[in-house]
């Protein structure tokens, strides 16, 4: 029986889990650093936290959930989600919490993995996979005087739910998709609310609506309604996906929406200008919410379209030498996307380690097999995020791609599997040629290494990467 170790628990991990465990594969542990499942979804607490991708499609497509309260559910269901499907698949009991790993080394003579963990505690196991996400490090600026700010701080990420914003000057540095879904919240109670925006947005309605009983009674009595809902926004997602590019028919009908949206909504001339974005569409993430633009063009809230240079005791200097006083700051800046895997000191044939690999950007066969790392699976790897779509879907086609791999091996009596470097190089050169051409390619974005690379993307649509991971190539890798 194949061994096979899982870091992480959040839909990565359990995507493979309860694919690799309904195909009888029974020996798996997964490692989770925290206390508890659910990956971004466990950490991400801050008021109004949600997914931006509708619930029927952001979940397992064998794991309907006629209970969804509303179209785009908040954090708490999404975690309560996770949860129940792990404990409906038998995952829950398989998983070591508080355990986190750290380093991970490739023994040839045994060909297994050898997983260190930070308590010192070490397991082997004949095949790992990394679950950890690309958003699972929140990342604060270095900006100077950030240590001598007298007041609280904290990042979206780490939500400080001790923190009473009543009647107090906040700052939020940053307005991405966490500071769009939480500004509205803070709002409500803060003072004054300064948004230090570098850039605007992209930023489209949201359909969202509570769903009623009937609905409900529907999907659980009749599930194909709940499956032509889930088809319904799957093939607008693929569309809005392959706009993705001012080039585009579609990506000047998504442009157009969401200035149209910007124009509704906020009357004042100098904040609309201030909030409309001077790069082609695509290029950062397009957001959606109905309530943002509202909260901004009210008294109290200010865009300060300059990003944050200096901190005091007592309050932040923007980019144009202008002190502002506030009481607390809330960093909505973003994760480490780029350093895939870099806190796990990851070595493979021949003393290789990861990171040096990918020190010019991760790059990955179908975003999960990797040259010189046997046995070695990444779910959620390199080139597999989306700018629009579901997650799930894709997880879904990684995780049977990798249960294929692991049939094989099995089936072959083979130890090891390792892609060749043909065919990773192939691979990533086909890739590399649509990305250049993709809308990330025109601006600033966290898609992007520093090396230029374009590393956290898929090229287009969820459809296309399920038909390149449908059947393992088995000339595409070494078996030994
Ligand atoms: P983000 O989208 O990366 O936004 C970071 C924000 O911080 C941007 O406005 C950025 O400005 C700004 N920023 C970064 N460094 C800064 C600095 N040194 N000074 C001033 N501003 C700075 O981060 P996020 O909002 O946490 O979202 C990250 C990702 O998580 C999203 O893209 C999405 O994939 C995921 N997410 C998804 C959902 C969902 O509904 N599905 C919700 C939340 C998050 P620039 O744009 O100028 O760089």
Redesign the pocket.
């Known amino acids: 029986m194949t061994s096979i170790g899982i870091i992480g628990s959040g839909f990565g991990a359990l995507a493979v889990a309860v694919e690799l465990k309904r195909a009888g594969h029974t020996d798996l542990r997964l490692w989770e650093r925290s206390r508890d499942l659910g990956g971004v979804w466990r950490d991400?607490t801050y008021p109004g936290?949600?997914?931006?991708?509708p619930s029927p499609l952001y979940s397992f497509s064998y794991e309907p959930n006629p209970r969804w309260s509303r179209r785009y559910a908040l954090q708490e269901e999404i975690h309560a989600y996770i949860r129940s499907v792990a404990d409906k698949h038998g995952i829950t009991p398989l998983v070591r919490f508080g355990t986190e790993a750290v380093a991970a080394t490739w023994n040839e003579d045994s060909a297994s993995w050898t997983v260190t963990f930070a308590d010192g505690s070490v397991e082997t196991v004949d095949i790992l996979i990394s679950a950890v996400g690309q958003?699972s490090r929140p990342v604060i600026?270095h900006?100077d005087g950030i240590d001598t700010f007298a007041g609280m701080s904290f990042h979206?990420?780490e939500w400080d739910h001790s923190f009473d914003a009543t009647g107090k000057t906040v700052a939020v540095?940053?307005?991405?998709?966490?500071?769009v879904?939480f500004i509205p919240h803070l709002a409500r109670d803060a003072g004054k609310l300064l948004v230090?925006?570098?850039?605007p947005?992209f930023l489209m309605p949201k359909p969202d609506k509570p769903y009623k009983p009937i609905h409900k009674a529907l999907f659980r009595f009749a599930p194909v309604t709940q499956r032509i809902e889930r088809g319904g926004i799957w093939t607008i997602m693929e569309q809005f996906a392959r706009g993705l590019d001012d080039e585009s028919k579609v990506g000047r009908i998504n442009r157009a929406i969401a200035l149209r949206h910007l124009d509704q909504q906020v009357a004042d001339p100098a904040l609309q200008a201030k909030l409309t974005p001077d790069y082609p569409i695509g290029c950062?993430?397009i957001l959606f919410s109905n309530e943002f633009y509202p909260a901004l063009a009210q008294d109290h809230v200010e865009v300060v379209t300059h990003?944050?240079t200096r901190v005091t005791p007592g309050g932040v200097v923007d980019a144009d030498g202008v002190e502002h006083a506030v009481d607390a700051i809330v960093f909505?800046?973003?994760?480490d996307t780029q350093d895939f895997l870099e806190s796990i000191d990851i070595t493979g044939t021949g003393g290789q380690k990861l990171a040096t690999q990918w020190a010019d950007g991760a790059h990955a066969y179908l975003g999960m097999y990797v040259p010189n790392f046997p046995n070695l699976f990444v779910t959620y790897g390199p080139n597999t995020?989306l700018g629009g779509g579901s997650i799930i879907y894709m997880l879904e086609a990684q995780a049977r791609h990798m249960r294929q791999a692991i049939d094989r091996l099995e089936a072959g009596r083979y130890s090891s599997i390792e892609v060749t470097q043909e065919a990773e190089e192939a691979y990533d050169l086909e890739i590399s040629e649509k990305l250049e051409h993709s809308a990330w390619a025109h601006c600033?974005n966290?898609y992007r290494h520093r090396s230029g690379r374009i590393t956290s993307n898929w090229p287009g649509a969820t459809l296309p990467f399920a038909k390149a991971t449908k059947v393992l190539e088995p000339a595409a890798f070494h078996w030994a």
């Open positions: 991400n936290a949600g997914c931006d991708v958003l600026p900006i979206s990420a540095v940053g307005a991405g998709a966490s500071a879904q230090f925006q570098r850039s947005n950062k993430r990003a944050v909505a800046t973003g994760f995020n600033e966290w």
